[in-house]
């Protein structure tokens, strides 16, 4: 089990990378450790599993099933999924809109993340991370491509 202060800024690193808010309250903060808490009796995850999935998008065999149902545990928490592992895409983009995440293309993303196959709770929420995460990147990339070309635009001027 990981300890609850380092467990929460890791936690605060994952969630900002979800929503790209960077701005957090110490009641966000509390809420967080408090659901943090929780999932972490009922899904137990290492520290070395958070970071091999935060920083290398990876996630070993033998830590695979509580680290899905770890975050099956966080997503029915904030309420972006119920109890069977059904997404409340509704209140996904609500969330993210708060946050004021930027993407035109937010409901298509959120379309093909949660267009889910498998049935298992667990797995969906997984499924659905390394989903979102992907198209983030790629629009991440188109954006800092549309960034690049119009600065060089201006070198030319």
């Given at each position: 089990?990981?300890?609850?202060?380092?467990?929460?800024?890791i936690?605060?690193?994952?969630?900002?990378?979800?929503?790209?808010?960077?701005?957090?309250?110490?009641?966000d903060?509390?809420?967080?450790?408090?659901?943090?808490k929780?999932?972490?009796?009922?899904?137990?995850i290492?520290?070395?599993?958070?970071?091999e999935?935060?920083?290398?998008?990876?996630?070993?065999?033998?830590?695979s099933?509580?680290?899905?149902c770890?975050?099956?545990?966080?997503?029915?928490?904030?309420g972006?999924?119920d109890?069977?592992?059904?997404?409340?895409?509704?209140?996904?983009?609500?969330?993210?809109?708060?946050?004021?995440?930027?993407?035109?293309?937010?409901?298509?993303?959120?379309?093909?993340?949660?267009?889910?196959?498998?049935v298992?709770?667990?797995?969906?929420?997984?499924?659905?991370?390394?989903?979102?995460?992907?198209?983030?990147?790629q629009?991440?990339?188109?954006?800092d491509?549309l960034f690049?070309?119009?600065?060089?635009?201006?070198?030319?001027?």
């Open positions: 089990m990981i300890a609850a202060p380092v467990f929460s800024i936690f605060v690193v994952m969630l900002s990378f979800f929503t790209r808010c960077l701005s957090f309250t110490t009641e903060l509390d809420t967080d450790l408090k659901y943090i929780i999932c972490n009796l009922t899904s137990p290492s520290l070395r599993t958070m970071n999935v935060l920083i290398n998008k990876k996630l070993a065999k033998g830590e099933s509580n680290f899905k770890f975050l099956h545990c966080l997503f029915t928490k904030y972006w999924m109890e069977d592992g059904g997404f409340l895409v509704h209140d996904i983009k609500r969330t993210l809109e708060e946050a004021e995440l930027e993407i035109v293309s937010l409901e298509y993303i959120l379309y093909k993340c949660t267009a889910l196959e498998s298992d709770r667990c797995e969906r929420s997984y499924t659905f991370t390394e989903c979102f995460w992907k198209r983030m990147s629009v991440q990339s188109q954006e491509q690049y070309n119009m600065d060089n635009d201006d070198e030319k001027l």
